[in-house]
């Protein structure tokens, strides 16, 4: 009877510490880190896959991560140069300049990673031209010092109110006085039937970089009389509305 009763005990004792086990290894697999998302919700949702795929095949970094780093600020690009083209027989050459221009990153949500965006440059007619081109909603990806910020925007041209639908990315490295290799991009998504005929294809594109490395942090976001002499005499006036027209 006592044999009985001892064999009963290290069995019960037995099933106790397998069952610990199960429940102990069960918990540390509900704690392990789920793997994170490469981008937000918000681009899952609004950028498609072949469309990341296509500016990465354009030359562009596109870094993905849900902790980018802090972005706002004002940045002078210049000299921006096109590296890649997707347009067929495309007016503009790999190495033409386009001209100069400022962008103002304002308002960043750190929980939603969206971010206004807004642009200044003059118009190929000498004429200043500010643009919020992100005010409806620019969603941020990155990781540490690395950032990409996509923005789909509806853009309108000045002289012939052609329509369009694109999506316009900036990728780089964030540091204390600017942004590091700067390179920019758009794809066109939708021309609306492109009634004029002057815009480039849908789901092609252009990819453009800041050609000395570095895109310098300022504190005003008013352009100069000397940036408007410099983009003239360098960039053969072509400006930020013949990123998405066909010349």
Known sequence: MKTTTLFQQIFSLRLV????????????KN??????????????????????????EMGV????????????????????????TEVPNDYYKVGHRFNDYKVR????????????????????SGDLRGE??????????????????????????????TRARMLEVYSGEMTANGI????????MLDDYGDEN????????????????????????FRLASEHHANASENATGD???QLFTKK
């Not at 397998?18 to 540390?28: D, E, K, P, R, Y």
């Not at 793997?35 to 296509?54: G, L, M, Y």
């Open 132 to 161: 919020a081109i992100g005010q409806d909603g620019a969603y941020i990806a990155g990781n540490g010092n690395f950032f990409t910020i996509f923005i789909i925007t509806e853009t309108k041209h000045t002289y012939n109110s």
């Open 197 to 220: 005929d002057d815009l480039i294809p849908v789901n092609t594109g252009r990819a453009f970089y800041d050609s000395d490395g570095f895109s310098e942090t300022g504190n005003t």
């Open 239 to 241: 400006s930020r509305e």
């Open 180 to 187: 590091k290799n700067l390179e920019n991009a758009i794809v």
């Open 17 to 28: 510490l397998i069952m610990g086990v199960a429940l102990t290894f069960g918990a540390c």
């Open 105 to 124: 990153l304002y308002d960043q949500d750190a929980k939603k990673l969206t971010i206004s965006l807004d642009t200044k440059n003059y118009t190929f």
């Open 61 to 84: 970094d596109v870094n993905e991560g849900t902790r980018p780093p802090a972005l706002e600020g004002i940045y002078w690009l210049s000299p921006m140069v096109m590296t890649h």
């Open 31 to 56: 704690n392990e880190p789920q793997p994170e998302e490469p981008f937000s919700e918000a681009i899952r949702n609004n950028v498609p896959q072949e469309t990341i795929d296509k500016i990465r």
